[in-house]
């Protein structure tokens, strides 16, 4: 009995993600390489091609969410490593306090949140609007429908994503080895540089890989803030689904983004080196 009870107890989660992960991307596979019509219904066919012909005709979007997911990821660590930083070694007795804050905006609906950085973000909104008014801003200056609208959308909703794995690795280093550091002559930036950086890197892995994955399969933020020259691959396959009814085509589509992904969070961790990443978070 004992030698069963470690499977026993991955039992409930390991049926979990069978049911609800692996049955539904079996099926999915099976759809991406029938022909047909929602009237006609579908058939199996084994297709192929229609992975070559949905990369060929949407390779625009694909580029452009990996281009947005980059940028709005950078612009995430760059954000949230300070804030994790001064909560994790600032933050004192209110550190609960400030990472409640962090997570303040989890209350409200993530479309709701969205939806508000509309108004905010409209040409005659509470933002805008008294700007121009008071000739700061030319009247046709605009943030809405832009680049710059749809990777500050991602930036906002998935920073606490970024900066609560960060926050728990620099939680777990020793001030006294960085207080060691700089009894030894270290000054401060030699201490965080090669102290204290390095042991933060497993947060910094876990960040990336909880906000660039959804970023770049994100369509509320490009559906809402963007415009038609903003338009990302969640948005494409969106519409394939809910609108064109071109299942085959939808299917190909996210398993191509998620060979994409798998192959991109390969290369990252090779390049960071995960063995080493993993040993840092070991000790």
């Known amino acids: 009995m004992k030698r069963l009870a470690p499977y026993l107890l991955i039992l409930p989660g390991g049926l979990w993600l069978a049911i609800f992960l692996v049955v539904p991307m079996v099926f999915m596979a099976s759809v991406s390489t029938q022909e047909g019509d929602v009237?006609?219904?579908?058939?199996?066919?084994?297709?192929?091609?229609?992975y070559g012909d949905a990369l060929a005709q949407y390779r625009t979007q694909f580029l452009r969410s990996a281009g947005y997911g980059l940028v709005a990821t950078v612009v995430s660590i760059a954000l949230a490593y300070p804030m994790a930083y001064w909560i994790a070694f600032k933050g004192g007795n209110r550190k609960s306090t400030y990472l409640l804050l962090v997570l303040?905006?989890?209350?409200?609906?993530?479309?709701?949140?969205t939806v508000s950085w509309r108004f905010l973000l409209a040409d005659d909104g509470m933002l805008l609007s008294p700007l121009k008014s008071a000739g700061l801003l030319p009247e046709d200056f605009h943030v809405l429908q832009t680049t710059f609208a749809v990777i500050g959308g991602l930036v906002y909703n998935y920073l606490p994503f970024m900066i609560l794995p960060i926050y728990v690795a620099l939680e777990r280093v020793d001030p006294k080895v960085v207080e060691a550091a700089q009894d030894l002559y270290a000054a401060k930036r030699e201490a965080f540089t090669k102290i204290v950086l390095p042991l933060s890197l497993p947060g910094v892995f876990a960040?990336?890989?909880?906000?660039?994955?959804?970023?770049?399969?994100?369509?509320?933020?490009?559906?809402?803030?963007?415009?038609?020259?903003?338009?990302?691959?969640?948005?494409?396959?969106q519409t394939e689904y809910l609108v064109n009814n071109d299942y085959p085509t939808a299917a190909a589509l996210s398993f191509t983004l998620m060979a994409a992904m798998l192959i991109g969070i390969f290369a990252y961790a090779k390049a960071l080196g995960t063995e080493n990443v993993l040993e840092a978070a070991a000790r």
């Open 39 to 50: 009237v006609n219904g579908f058939a199996q066919t084994f297709n192929f091609s229609v």
């Open 104 to 113: 303040l905006p989890f209350f409200v609906s993530f479309v709701l949140r």
């Open 207 to 237: 960040g990336v890989l909880m906000t660039f994955v959804p970023m770049t399969a994100d369509y509320v933020n490009a559906g809402i803030l963007g415009g038609p020259e903003n338009t990302m691959i969640g948005n494409i396959i």
